[in-house]
């Protein structure tokens, strides 16, 4: 069974970066298709990034193109969502979630990190 730990978030002013890291551990997961998504307060859970296999095959939602960039170490195990130029639209919960190339939905999840973005 994989679990999935994220680490990074915090509080940051508008225009600032962070970097969330979510690291597996259970199993190797090389071919899963990792994504991030993210909830804000009193809004359902959106996508915002994913990544198939390394550094292939990555999309991202519009509101992160230009801005978030997602990677993998497949040595670390780790998937990274590096975020520039912060708004506090960006203000969420951020959740780490994967699942094999085939299947239709994300099967494993991370507990989620805040990151709040201040005016």
């Known amino acids: 069974q994989v679990q999935l730990v994220e680490s990074g978030g915090g509080l940051v002013q508008t225009g600032g970066s962070l970097r969330l890291s979510c690291t597996a551990s259970g199993r190797t997961f090389r071919e899963d298709v990792m994504a991030w998504f993210r909830q804000a307060p009193g809004k359902e859970r959106e996508f915002v990034a994913r990544?198939?296999?390394?550094?292939?095959?990555?999309a991202s939602a519009d509101s992160a193109k230009g801005r978030f960039t997602i990677s993998r170490d497949h040595a670390k195990n780790t998937v990274y969502l590096q975020m520039n130029r912060l708004t506090p639209e960006d203000t969420a919960v951020y959740y780490c979630?994967?699942?094999?190339?085939?299947?239709?939905?994300?099967?494993?999840w991370g507990q989620g990190i805040q990151v709040t973005v201040s005016s």
């Open positions: 990544i198939i296999g390394s550094d292939k095959g990555t």
């Open positions: 979630a994967g699942k094999t190339y085939l299947s239709t939905s994300y099967s494993y």
